[in-house]
C-alpha cells in the first residue's frame, strides 16, 4: 500500500501526507488562520477535523457564508444555548418552534424566559464562548447512549433511536455536556462569537448573522407566527410532536388516524378561507404564490372546488400567458433568458386586462407560445359574471406591481408552502426547505424526466428566485395555507432514497445527496394506499385526482 495520500484544496494548493493523517494536520500545513473554517468538504462530503485521510483527497473549506456553514453556525449555537440552560437551570426543556427569517424562535419548559432570564442566559453562552471548549464528536453504542438520555430527561431522542434498529449513534460532548444535533458541530464553542438572544412573545429568539456577519437591530412581528403555533397545538392533538412519535404510530399500524387528521387540517383550513372570501362581499380575484413544490396546482383546484360548494365560479388565470415576447426578456447574470424576474411578465398588459375584467368590460386573454416565444389571440374572451371568481396563481402573484390598479378590496391574497414542519427533537425540525426539494425532486423525476442531479443543479437559482420575489410579500397576504403533512417525511423514504442513491461520490451534489438520505433514515416507511387521492402529496408522489 502507498502510505502517501496527496491533498488538493480548493485554490489548488497540494500537499502530501501520510495514510490516515488527519485532515486538520493536512491543513495546517497551508492554513495559519482556521478561526472562520467551520468544517471541512473532503471529496463532496461534509466532515470534521479529525476526519482521517486514507485516499487522495479534495478538501474544500466551509465557511459561515454558505449553506452548510449556516447550519454548523446555527447548530453550534444551539449546543452553546444547550450548555447555559444546563448549566443555569438543569430542569428546564428546550422546543424550536420555528426559524423566522433565519433566525430560531424557541420556548422553555418549567422557566419563564423574562427579559432578566433572557440576559443571563445569553451572558451564559457569551462566556461559553470565550472558553473556546472543544466540541467532541464521539460514537457511542445505543446502551451508552440509553443510560445517558435517561439520566437527563431526553425521551424524544430515546424515542427515535429505539426505532431505527442501531447498535451505536454518534454524539457530541463538551465540557461535560452531551446531545445530538443531526450535522456536524464547529470544532470549539469559539467559532460562533456572533449571535444575539432576544424577548419575542412566549420564547426566545437565537438571532443568527446574516452572510455579512451582521446582526439584526430590530425583530418585526411576522405573519407566519401564528402559523407555527396552530401547527404545534395540532400535533399534540394527534399525538405527534416528534418523529420518535411518527415512528411509532407506524410500528403500531396507527398511521391511518395521522393521515386522517392531517388531511382535515388542510381541508379546515380551505374551508375558513372561503368562508372568509365569501363573508368580504366584494372579492373579485384571489391570488395564490408560493416557493417552489408548495403545493399550489392541488391547493388551487382544491379551493376551487371549496369555492363552487359556496356559490362561485371560479376561473383560472394562468401567468404564463403574460411573460413579455422572448426577445425582450431580460437576461440574467449568466446570459441567459431569466424568466424568474418579475420584468420577464407583461406588468403594464396583465394590469389593464385584469382591471378591466374586474371593471366589467370583456377582454381577450392571451396564449403564450413557447415554441416562438410570443403571445397570440385565440379568441379566448372573457366578462366576469356576478358569481365569477379570478384565481390566479404564480411566482409573482403577490407582487402589488402585478395588480397596483386593483382596488384593495376586491383582491384575496394567499401563501402557501409547507411551512411548520414536525419536530426531530426539542433543537432540530426537519426543514421547510428539504421537504420542498424532496417533493420537487421525486415530480421532476417521475414527470419531466428530470436527473436528480439536474433538480439540484437547478435549486440554488430557485431559492435565490423565491427570497427576492415571494418572501418580501409574505407579511400583506390575507391569509396563510400550510401544505407541510406531519407524515410526509415517511412518504418520501420510499420514493426519494432510491433517487438520491443515484448521485455518483464524484458529483458536487453528493454531499447534500447524502445528507438528505441520511435525514430520512430517521423515518420508517409507510403504506401509501391510504392517503387520499386529493391530498396534496398526491402532487408530487403521483396517483392524485387533480392536474399536476
Known amino acids: ?253 396507527k398511521i391511518n388516524k395521522v393521515i386522517q387528521g392531517s388531511e382535515a387540517i388542510h381541508q379546515r383550513k380551505l374551508i375558513e378561507m372561503v368562508l372568509d372570501i365569501e363573508k368580504r362581499k366584494n372579492i373579485k380575484m384571489i391570488l395564490i404564490a408560493g416557493p417552489s413544490s408548495s403545493g399550489k396546482t392541488t391547493f388551487a383546484q382544491k379551493l376551487g372546488v371549496q369555492l363552487r360548494l359556496t356559490g362561485y365560479n371560479p376561473i383560472t388565470i394562468s401567468m404564463d400567458n403574460y411573460f413579455v415576447e422572448r426577445k425582450d426578456t431580460p437576461l440574467g447574470e449568466d446570459g441567459k433568458y431569466d424568466f424568474e424576474c418579475v420584468e420577464a411578465l407583461d406588468i403594464e398588459l396583465f394590469n389593464s386586462q385584469m382591471r378591466d375584467l374586474i371593471a366589467g368590460k370583456t377582454v381577450e386573454l392571451p396564449e403564450f407560445d413557447f415554441l416562438e416565444g410570443s403571445k397570440k389571440y385565440n379568441g379566448n374572451f372573457l366578462k366576469l359574471k356576478e358569481n365569477d371568481i379570478l384565481v390566479v396563481e404564480g411566482i409573482h402573484a403577490l407582487n402589488p406591481i402585478l395588480t397596483e390598479f386593483t382596488p384593495a378590496e376586491n383582491k384575496y391574497k394567499i401563501y402557501i408552502a409547507p411551512i411548520a414542519t414536525l419536530n426531530l427533537d426539542g433543537y432540530t425540525k426537519i426543514s421547510s426547505t428539504d421537504t420542498r426539494f424532496l417533493r420537487r425532486m421525486v415530480r421532476d423525476y417521475n414527470t419531466r424526466g428530470h436527473s436528480v442531479e439536474r433538480t439540484f443543479d437547478l435549486w440554488k437559482n430557485v431559492r435565490k428566485g423565491e427570497e427576492k420575489y415571494i418572501f418580501p410579500f409574505v407579511n400583506e397576504v390575507d391569509s396563510i395555507y400550510n401544505s407541510s403533512l406531519l407524515y410526509e417525511p415517511s412518504v418520501m423514504k420510499t420514493f426519494a432514497q432510491p433517487l438520491l442513491l443515484q448521485v455518483e461520490r464524484s458529483s458536487e451534489f453528493y454531499g447534500e445527496a447524502r445528507r438528505l438520505y441520511e435525514f430520512l433514515n430517521n423515518f420508517l416507511p409507510m403504506e401509501t394506499t391510504n392517503i387520499p387521492v386529493d391530498s396534496i402529496i398526491r402532487e408530487f408522489i403521483g396517483n392524485g385526482c387533480f392536474y399536476r
Open 1 to 253: 500500500m502507498n502510505n502517501n495520500i496527496k491533498v488538493t484544496f480548493e485554490d489548488s494548493r497540494c500537499v502530501q501526507v501520510k495514510y490516515k493523517t488527519k485532515a486538520i494536520d493536512a491543513i495546517k500545513l497551508v492554513e495559519n488562520n482556521l478561526d472562520d473554517i467551520l468544517g471541512l468538504k473532503i471529496n463532496n462530503e461534509v466532515k470534521d477535523y479529525n476526519y482521517e485521510l486514507v485516499k487522495d483527497s479534495n478538501i474544500e473549506f466551509i465557511r459561515f457564508n454558505s449553506v452548510d456553514g449556516y447550519r454548523i453556525y446555527s447548530r453550534t449555537l444551539k449546543m452553546v444555548l444547550y450548555m447555559a440552560l444546563t448549566q443555569l437551570y438543569s430542569t428546564t426543556e428546550v422546543e424550536f418552534i420555528a426559524t423566522i427569517n433565519k433566525d430560531q424562535f424557541f420556548i422553555t419548559k418549567n422557566l419563564e424566559l423574562t427579559e432578566n432570564k433572557i440576559k443571563e442566559i445569553k451572558n451564559k453562552m457569551i462566556e461559553i464562548i470565550n472558553k473556546n471548549y472543544p466540541i467532541m464528536k464521539k460514537n457511542v453504542s445505543l446502551e451508552e447512549a440509553t443510560v445517558l438520555y435517561t439520566a437527563s430527561n431526553d425521551a424524544d431522542k430515546l424515542e427515535n433511536f429505539e426505532n431505527r434498529l442501531r447498535s451505536s449513534v454518534s454524539m457530541y460532548f463538551c465540557e461535560g455536556m452531551y446531545n445530538y444535533f443531526y450535522g456536524l458541530l464547529a470544532p470549539s464553542t469559539g467559532y460562533v462569537k456572533d449571535f444575539d438572544l432576544i424577548k419575542y412573545r412566549n420564547g426566545a429568539l437565537l438571532v443568527i448573522p446574516d452572510s455579512n456577519m451582521n446582526l439584526k437591530k430590530e425583530v418585526k412581528e411576522e405573519r407566519l407566527y401564528q402559523t407555527f403555533i396552530d401547527f404545534n397545538k395540532f400535533n399534540k392533538v394527534l399525538e405527534i410532536e416528534n418523529v420518535g412519535n411518527l415512528n411509532e404510530h407506524i410500528l403500531k399500524n
